[in-house]
């Protein structure tokens, strides 16, 4: 079944019309024609099943045939992400996408190589978001995670947001086993966490003070291994153990 997305403003009737990008792809790669199936994601959830209409040179017309709902992630993973260069933010995005994260937070700090100005930061925000859209498509999710501007980490702090857990790589060698900090608060909670951060660094990692900010603010040293890790692997591997832990979590949660 092949996906595509609209946002929720575009899915409100019972005729859907795919334009620019979208169509080009349907019609042009895909090659669509009337009387195919496929699904329609709005990004909050929806998951509309529709049969192709008409098929011109700009536009697809759809017929919507069902709509589902699909409920709200239960945990909520906010990725805080330094930025990183060329095109390997995007990976990042796209694999963050893929692995449930409902919030991803862009970083300008101090080690970062690129720094965007406005119209830098817009444009690359437009392209970030593209990233996860096309990736949502791709792993069936109706659910796109919100991605922020670009912010400092000294900025993102003072916005004093909580969360049940908050998470830093550490290379200082202090960094525990993720399942221990896991383990902690659920057993404080009576729950498993629902609300998890993650922080991130670029490739020369946060620097001291950035760092020290970071787990003053109640964030814990998670170690990622006896190797050290490209900002793209640490990210994909982090949210991996999280969603990991997770499952883990809610299989022996019982026995907490």
Known sequence: MHRFYLPPAECAGDRLLLR???AHHAAHVLRLRPGDDVTVLDGEGGELQCKVE???????????????????????????????????????????????????????????????????GEN????????????????????????????????????????????VGSLAGDGRHSRHWFEMVAKARSAAPRNICMWIGPEGDFTIAELEAIRSSGAKPITLGRLILRADTAAIYSLATIRHELAWLNATGSKL
Request: overall charge positive; charged content about 30%; proline content about 6%.
């Open 54 to 120: 008409r098929v011109s040179r700009k536009e697809i017309e759809l017929a919507v045939r069902e709509r589902r709902k699909q409920p709200p992630p239960v945990d909520e993973i906010t990725l805080l992400q330094a930025i990183v260069k060329g095109k390997t933010m995007e990976i990042i995005i796209q694999k963050a996408t893929e692995l449930g994260v409902t919030r991803i937070v862009p970083l300008q700090t101090e080690r970062v190589v690129a720094h965007l100005d406005n119209e830098r």
């Open 124 to 167: 690359k925000h437009a392209k970030w978001q593209l990233t996860a859209i096309e990736a949502i498509k791709q792993c069936g999710s109706a659910w796109l995670p919100r991605i922020d501007a670009p912010v400092t980490p000294a900025a993102f702090l003072k916005r004093n947001e909580k969360f049940d857990l908050s998470l």
């Open 20 to 22: 620019d990008r979208e």
